[in-house]
């Protein structure tokens, strides 16, 4: 059975630099066709994908947050580490990590499933 | 970037009645494979969103068959041939073809 689980603060202030863990289990970073994504959804509004970061360490990471945003994993730890800098009022939100595996390889469905419960960040001074 | 428009954006049904979402695409998710990346999920109320479909067509598991996908190229459906209260919450089309994935807008389902 796959689950992840995010962890991190729930209060960040305007500039401060957000660090979020998702902890997974039940896959292996390791194994190709399988990749790790974080998403986001403030409240009340749409989800928004942010980045994904896959067993070959390959990463993409939306256009708009480029510059702000980083993805890493440890293996050995089964964490993926999403980074954001320079936080904002307009970046409070619920925000999510969810796993991805190739349906071909017989791993997942090519789509996020299972997400996370989610961690609600807010920023505010 | 891949634009993703769902309609409506509310959805009243009575119970044991069938629904339908519309989601439309800026650009073909047909992959070369022959797959359509396109994803819905339910965001019931307090919840994660959960998958109900995946590759257009094919429900996921523990999915009820009363949910249904279909679609191609740039217009997707997703079928509820009888509603039931617990099918209340939000569905999402997901188009998982290139970065940056996108979401749609978003399709609020309430019981009438």
């Known amino acids: 059975q796959i689950t992840l689980k995010e962890s991190g603060p729930t209060l960040v202030r305007p500039t401060q630099t957000l660090t979020l863990t998702c902890t997974f289990s039940?896959?292996?970073?390791?194994?190709?066709?399988?990749?790790v994504g974080w998403i986001r959804q403030p409240p009340g509004k749409a989800l928004e994908w942010l980045a994904l970061?896959?067993?070959?360490?390959?990463?993409r990471y939306s256009p708009s947050l480029e510059s702000r945003v980083t993805i890493t994993k440890d293996t050995s730890k089964k964490q993926v580490v999403l980074i954001m800098t320079n936080m904002d009022p307009g970046d409070t939100a619920t925000y999510y990590c969810?796993?991805?595996?190739?349906?071909?390889?017989?791993?997942?469905?090519?789509?996020?499933?299972?997400w996370g419960q989610g961690i609600l960040v807010t920023v505010s001074s | 970037d891949i634009v993703m428009t769902q309609s409506p954006l509310s959805l009243p049904v009575t119970p044991g009645e069938p629904a339908s979402i519309s989601c439309r695409s800026s650009?073909?998710?047909?992959?070369?494979?022959?797959?359509?990346?396109l994803h819905w999920y339910l965001q019931k109320p307090g919840q994660s969103p959960q998958l109900l479909i995946f590759?257009?067509?094919h429900r996921a598991s523990g999915v009820p068959d009363r949910f249904s996908g279909s679609g191609s190229g740039t217009d997707f459906t997703l079928r509820i041939s009888r509603v039931e209260a617990e099918d209340v919450g939000v569905y999402y089309c997901?188009?998982?073809?290139?970065?940056?994935?996108?979401f749609g807008q978003g399709t609020r389902l309430e019981i009438k």
């Open positions: 969810a796993y991805r595996g190739s349906y071909n390889y017989g791993l997942g469905t090519y789509s996020f499933d299972p």
């Open positions: 039940g896959f292996s970073l390791t194994t190709t066709g399988v990749g």
């Open positions: 970061i896959s067993w070959d360490d390959d990463k």
């Open positions: 650009q073909s998710l047909l992959h070369t494979n022959g797959y359509n990346y």
């Open positions: 590759l257009g067509s």
């Open positions: 997901m188009q998982g073809l290139q970065t940056p994935f996108t």
